[in-house]
């Protein structure tokens, strides 16, 4: 999924273990409860406007807000 474009995508409950992102635009996507475990994302991804709430991110952490 490198270089895609995923701007204003519906990603929740998304199983994204693993997956390659970098350079992928992501604005205003919704993570919701989205799993990004391990998922490789570029070092300043576009994520302006995206939904984190109860996001288990790329290095295990769980998000449980968009702040």
Same mark, same amino acid.
């Given at each position: 999924? =490198?270089?895609?474009?995923? *701007?204003?995508?519906?990603?929740? *409950?998304? $199983?994204?273990? *693993?997956?390659?992102?970098? +350079? ?7 993570? %919701?409860? $989205? ?9 300043? &991804? ?6 984190? $709430?109860? %996001? %288990?991110? &790329?290095? +295990?952490?769980? =998000?449980?807000?968009? %702040?």
């Amino acid at each position: 999924m =490198r270089y895609a474009v995923l *701007d204003s995508a519906n990603l929740s *409950d998304a $199983c994204l273990v *693993d997956a390659h992102l970098k +350079g992928a635009s992501m604005g205003n996507v919704n993570f %919701t409860r $989205c799993n990004l475990s391990g998922a490789e994302l570029s070092e300043n &991804p576009w994520l302006e406007g995206a939904i984190f $709430c109860k %996001t %288990t991110m &790329p290095d +295990g952490s769980i =998000r449980i807000n968009n %702040t």
